[in-house]
């Protein structure tokens, strides 16, 4: 019988073992490193006999366990075999985000319920850690206490529905600070608190897996009345702006998010950071890293229907360079760390760059159905 690595296949260390973690048709298995050297050897079609030759350093029972082992937890793969006809399909589907996006999608696949490396005999604890606080607070910053009056919300929801798109010309018109006081509150304020059974939680007007709202929101202010250019936390319980870093120009504003120029003319941005130790203190499954992203973009439509709704135009982004964002904001991006990038400005009557509307020439350049 012939055996091939799986091209679906990572390895790393984790608390000390070497763990060989084949996906989604695998287990995550503690094994020595030498595992890493036998897989090797299969790198195409071949017997355990063939594979052995260029090992011959190794004692054969070694190579002849690793190889059983290998086989068990699906990092080594029969030839002609279901799992080996679905990793090759896997593999061709997910090459252009290969290793890091397919792993992330199928290791969190089914993922419901905490289900540990194999590691033979070791058992291994997740520490108990204490619930973080509700809301994110810099006492110590300069602060700008924003006005609790409210802008115009009351576009028929028809409207904004169908008015809303991505913009990326706007004028040079600044923001009001009762407008931007007005979309930060609607989109990012409480609305009430309720008990979970283990302490209170607060809801927004987006959902929130578990309502743990582990997103905050920091705001890089370019051209809004009575706000200087730099950047902010929204304290939302507070409903305040809170000073992090001063100064931001377009130009910065534009390198920040991948140098597209278009951010730099919006009136301003709005980070959204996962703080995710409010999201791991409740559900200690990996999979629920897609909910903080999920989460993210509940949010961005929220926030875009709204500043559609104040006469804004809204876009958002997730090309930007999360290190220098980070250090903008304040974040140490590691348990505080930006996940998107929304922002907003007046849209320009007559954008540069507005799509062409599609027209019958075009749909045949296009198949409709697959």
């Given at each position: 019988?012939?055996?091939?690595?799986?091209?679906?296949?990572?390895?790393?260390?984790?608390?000390?073992?070497?763990?060989?973690?084949?996906?989604?048709?695998?287990?995550?298995?503690?094994?020595?490193?030498?595992?890493?050297?036998?897989?090797?050897?299969?790198?195409?079609?071949?017997?355990?006999?063939?594979?052995?030759?260029?090992?011959?350093?190794?004692?054969?029972?070694?190579?002849?366990?690793?190889?059983?082992?290998?086989?068990?937890?699906?990092?080594?793969?029969?030839?002609?075999?279901?799992?080996?006809?679905?990793?090759?399909?896997?593999?061709?589907?997910?090459?252009?985000?290969?290793?890091?996006?397919?792993?992330?999608?199928?290791?969190?696949q089914n993922d419901y319920v905490?289900?540990?490396i194999n590691t033979g005999n070791?058992?291994?604890?997740?520490?108990?850690?204490?619930?973080?606080?509700?809301?994110?607070?810099?006492?110590?910053?300069?602060?700008?206490?924003?006005?609790?009056?409210?802008?115009?919300?009351?576009?028929?929801?028809?409207?904004?529905?169908?008015?809303?798109?991505?913009?990326?010309?706007?004028?040079?018109?600044?923001?009001?600070?009762?407008?931007?006081?007005?979309?930060?509150?609607?989109?990012?304020?409480?609305?009430?608190?309720?008990?979970?059974?283990?302490?209170?939680?607060?809801?927004?007007?987006?959902?929130?897996?578990?309502?743990?709202?582990?997103?905050?929101?920091?705001?890089?202010?370019?051209?809004?009345?009575?706000?200087?250019?730099?950047?902010?936390?929204?304290?939302?319980?507070?409903?305040?702006?809170?000073?992090?870093?001063?100064?931001?120009?377009?130009?910065?504003?534009?390198?920040?998010?991948?140098?597209?120029?278009?951010?730099?003319?919006?009136?301003?941005?709005?980070?959204?950071?996962?703080?995710?130790?409010?999201?791991?203190?409740?559900?200690?499954?990996p999979r629920c890293y897609r909910?903080?992203?999920?989460?993210?973009?509940?949010?961005?439509?929220?926030?875009?229907?709204?500043?559609?709704?104040?006469?804004?135009?809204?876009?958002?982004?997730?090309?930007?360079?999360?290190?220098?964002?980070?250090?903008?904001?304040?974040?140490?991006?590691?348990?505080?760390?930006?996940?998107?990038?929304?922002?907003?400005?007046?849209?320009?009557?007559?954008?540069?760059?507005?799509?062409?509307?599609?027209?019958?020439?075009?749909?045949?350049?296009?198949?409709?159905?697959?």
């Amino acid at each position: 019988m012939r055996l091939r690595r799986s091209r679906c296949l990572t390895c790393y260390w984790h608390q000390g073992m070497f763990v060989v973690h084949p996906y989604p048709h695998g287990t995550p298995t503690s094994l020595h490193p030498v595992a890493a050297e036998i897989l090797s050897a299969f790198e195409d079609w071949t017997t355990p006999d063939e594979a052995a030759k260029p090992l011959d350093h190794l004692a054969p029972e070694t190579i002849a366990e690793a190889v059983s082992a290998l086989a068990d937890v699906g990092a080594l793969l029969a030839e002609d075999g279901p799992s080996a006809a679905r990793d090759q399909d896997i593999a061709r589907h997910w090459a252009a985000w290969s290793p890091e996006a397919s792993f992330f999608h199928y290791a969190t696949q089914n993922d419901y319920v905490d289900s540990g490396i194999n590691t033979g005999n070791i058992d291994i604890a997740r520490e108990t850690a204490a619930m973080p606080p509700l809301f994110t607070g810099y006492p110590d910053a300069e602060r700008l206490l924003l006005p609790r009056r409210r802008a115009d919300l009351s576009t028929a929801y028809e409207k904004v529905l169908y008015d809303r798109r991505t913009h990326r010309d706007f004028t040079s018109v600044p923001v009001s600070l009762d407008t931007l006081s007005t979309l930060l509150s609607t989109v990012f304020g409480p609305v009430d608190f309720i008990d979970s059974g283990h302490g209170a939680v607060f809801r927004r007007t987006s959902p929130s897996g578990g309502s743990r709202q582990e997103l905050d929101a920091y705001v890089g202010a370019l051209n809004v009345t009575g706000v200087s250019p730099g950047w902010y936390h929204y304290n939302s319980l507070q409903h305040s702006l809170e000073l992090r870093s001063e100064g931001f120009t377009p130009d910065e504003a534009a390198h920040l998010c991948a140098d597209q120029d278009w951010a730099g003319d919006a009136a301003f941005l709005v980070v959204l950071a996962a703080r995710l130790e409010r999201m791991s203190v409740k559900y200690s499954t990996p999979r629920c890293y897609r909910v903080c992203l999920l989460n993210a973009g509940h949010l961005g439509q929220t926030f875009a229907l709204t500043a559609t709704a104040l006469g804004l135009g809204p876009a958002q982004t997730g090309a930007f360079v999360d290190t220098l964002l980070a250090e903008r904001c304040t974040l140490d991006n590691t348990g505080h760390t930006p996940l998107y990038v929304l922002a907003a400005g007046y849209p320009h009557p007559e954008p540069h760059e507005a799509p062409q509307a599609a027209t019958l020439g075009t749909f045949t350049e296009t198949p409709l159905h697959a």
